[in-house]
């Protein structure tokens, strides 16, 4: 393991346990490719759950390549 400066944080508050903690336990989902988008408060409450979410843009994603030229890369 690498060696990590005991350099003191001032933003790190004592009641802050990271003894549990692995290192890179996310690195390898990270790197295989996110696309996180962080929706305005007010169009978020327009949804319960991701799954709407993912509906009506899938349904806006098939209306626009219907009625336009446009090429909406697939995933």
């Known amino acids: 393991m690498k060696n990590v400066d005991t350099e003191i944080d001032s933003d ?3 009641e802050y346990d990271f003894s549990n903690g692995v290192r890179g336990k996310y690195a390898a989902w990270c790197q295989g ?4 988008v962080r929706l305005d408060d007010d ?3 327009m949804f319960s ?3 709407e979410v993912n509906e009506v843009l899938r349904y806006i994603g ?3 390549q219907r009625h336009t ?5 697939s995933a």
């Open 49 to 51: 759950n991701a799954a």
């Open 12 to 14: 790190m508050l004592d």
């Open 69 to 73: 030229n446009v090429s909406l890369k």
């Open 43 to 45: 169009v978020a409450a």
């Open 62 to 64: 098939k209306l626009i």
């Open 33 to 36: 490719g996110t696309n996180v």
